[in-house]
């Protein structure tokens, strides 16, 4: 059975709300990403491990093209050492819900799955690109969210242009 969670998107009321109010939904949300990213027993972390080196290792290979363009050198960008998480897939500010200026829960989790370590920062690095989130609220609060992967996150986008 579901449940409703109240509150309503925080892509609605981010460009309304300060940057207090802003901080502390971060703070909140950094809480949830810990909990959700943690390790589990639920598979093993040595399974997890090799399925994270061989995308690392595939995603230089399938870059060949556009090689040249790639500074440092792909493979480098990558640590290998990083586990994979456990990540919603898509957290937006427009799935997100907030009801009184706390986060009351996470929606539209079609995409949750096993991801590389840079995921969370990928997808939300991703949303600044568009015209609502140009204002740097949203930028401002992920950075508080999680941590950043500046580096991978540059290459995995050349990736997914091209790829």
């Given at each position: 059975?579901q449940?409703k969670?109240?509150?309503?998107?925080?892509?609605?009321?981010?460009p309304?709300?300060?940057a207090?109010t802003?901080?502390?939904?971060?703070?909140?949300?950094?809480?949830?990403?810990?909990q959700?990213?943690?390790?589990?027993k639920?598979?093993?972390w040595?399974i997890?491990g090799?399925?994270?080196?061989d995308?690392?290792?595939?995603?230089?290979?399938?870059?060949?093209?556009v090689?040249?363009?790639?500074?440092?050198?792909?493979?480098e960008?990558f640590d290998?050492?990083?586990?994979?998480i456990f990540s919603?897939?898509?957290?937006v500010?427009e799935?997100i819900?907030?009801?009184?200026?706390h986060?009351?829960?996470i929606v539209?989790?079609?995409s949750t799955a096993?991801?590389?370590?840079?995921?969370?920062?990928?997808?939300a690095?991703?949303?600044t690109?568009l015209?609502?989130?140009?204002?740097?609220k949203?930028?401002?609060m992920f950075?508080g969210m999680?941590?950043?992967?500046r580096?991978?996150v540059?290459?995995?986008n050349?990736?997914?242009r091209?790829?």
């Open positions: 059975m449940e969670l109240c509150g309503e998107l925080l892509m609605i009321y981010l309304t709300l300060d207090t802003r901080a502390s939904l971060a703070c909140e949300m950094r809480d949830i990403l810990r959700l990213t943690k390790p589990t639920l598979m093993p040595a997890l090799s399925l994270q080196k995308f690392l290792r595939w995603l230089p290979y399938q870059l060949k093209v090689h040249n363009m790639l500074k440092p050198h792909p493979l960008t290998l050492s990083c586990p994979l919603h897939g898509d957290l500010s799935n819900l907030v009801p009184d200026a986060v009351s829960g539209g989790r079609a096993w991801y590389p370590y840079f995921w969370n920062d990928y997808i690095r991703w949303r690109h015209p609502q989130f140009r204002d740097g949203w930028a401002g950075g999680m941590e950043s992967f580096k991978e540059a290459v995995y050349v990736a997914d091209f790829l």
